[in-house]
C-alpha cells in the first residue's frame, strides 16, 4: 500500500511526496484507517517507528472538512507532549503535512513569554500543540478554549506519565466536550501506562507493533570494553573516522557531559553538549546546529534521549552506560529512524559490566561484542595521548607566555 492510494486529501498527498515518504510504516498502516473512521486508537509502538506521520496525516484530513458552525477561536485538535522540544518538533511535522491547507498550527510551551502566545490564539488555530503545564495555566486563565475540541493527542505518554502530568492532563480533558477522539500514543506499556489510557478513550483500536522487541531493527549493537578513563581516547578516533558521520553521544550526568567536550576540544574536536545546565533559549540553537550539520557530534544526558527526531544520526555512542535499562532502547532510539539505518556503540568499563545484562534482559536480545585487541587498544591510546600531551605543552606555552606578558604589563603601568 502506496500513500497515494489512501483516501485523503490531495493537499496532503502533495506534502507526503514532498517529504520523500513513499510507504506508511507499520504503525502508520495500522492507524491511519481508524483515525480516519474516528475511532479512538490505544497505539504502542517503539521509537523511531513514525508515530507522529500516524496522527498528524489523518488528523489534518478530518479538519479540513470544516463544520460551518464551530466557534472561530475554538481548538479543534489539543495534542499534548511532555517537552517543549517535542511541541517543537510536533509542530514541525504537522506543518509539513498541513503545507498546502490553510490549517492554522501553534505550538505553546512554558519558559517562554505568555503574551505572546495568548495574542496569536486570539487569530484563531486549528491545531494546538503543548506541553500539560502551560495548557493547565492556560485553560484555568481562560484563555483556551477546547470547548469543541473534536480531537485529543497524547503523544509519548508514557512519559508524560513519568514527568508526572497526570493531573495536568486529567484536568484538561475534564473540560473537553464529551464526545472527542483520543488518540493515545507510547512507546511503552506498563500497567500505570494502561490505566491511564483505559481511563482516557472509549472503546480504542489497540495497536501494538512488535512489542517483544523494544528496538528498532534498523538500529546494529555493540559492545566494547573500555576502562572509564581511556574511553575519551576511543570516542577520538570513532569521531575521527567518522567525521561525516553525524554523532550522538551519550553520558551520564551534565558533568561527565562538560568533562567530554573539553577533552574533545583538546583534541581538536569541537562537539555540542546538552544537559539540564542548558537554558532553553540556546537548546534550540545546538539542536538545529546538530539537525542542520554546522556541528555533527552532540554530547548529551538522558534528558534528551526521549523522543528527539534529528533525522541522519548515523551512530549513537553510550559513553557511559545508562543506569536505567530501559533508557538503552531511548538513547539508541535516536538512530536508525523511519528508514534509516543505524550504529549504536557502548563503552562499557569494569563498573558497567552488570547494568549490560539489565539492558540486554530488557530488549531480549544480546549485544555484539566488539573485539579490541591489546595492541590496538595500547595503539588508541599511545596515539590519542601523544595529541594530547603536545595540546598540554601548547597550553602549558602559551599560559606561561601570557603570564610573562601581564608581569610585563604591569611593570609598564606602574611607570606610567
Ligand atoms: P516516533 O514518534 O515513532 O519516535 P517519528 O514520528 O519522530 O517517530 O518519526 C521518525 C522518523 O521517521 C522521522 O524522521 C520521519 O520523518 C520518518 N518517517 C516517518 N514516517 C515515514 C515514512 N512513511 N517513510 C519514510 N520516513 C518516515
Ligand atoms: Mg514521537
Redesign the pocket.
Known sequence: MKFERYDISEKIKQSIVELG?????DI?FKAIPSILKGEDVLAI?Q???????AFAIPIIHKLLRRNKNYNQNAIRCLVMVPTRELAEQVTKVFKQFAKYTDLIVLSMYGGVGQAEQVEELEFGVDILVTTPGRMFDLRAQGHIDISETEILVLDEADHMLALGFIRDIRDVVHHLPRKHQTLFFSATINEEIKDLAYSLVVNPIRIQISPKDPVSKNVTHALAYIEMDDKRFFLERIIKENSDKKILVFVRTKVRAERVQKAMERVGIETLAMHGGIEQENRFDILEKFRNGECNVLIATDLNAR?I?I?GIKIVINYDLPDVAENYVHRVGRTG???EKGEAISFCAEEEKSLVKEIEEFMHKEITIMPINKSEYTLTKVLAEKVDTNWQKLVSDAEKQEAEWQKKNKKKNKKK
Do not use: E, H, L
Request: aromatic fraction near 4%; charged fraction near 20%; charge should be positive.
Open positions: 515518504f513513499n510507504k506508511p510504516t502508520q509502538a521509537t523511531g517507528t513514525g508515530k507522529t506521520a523522543g527526531d533525522s529512524r523511519g528508514i
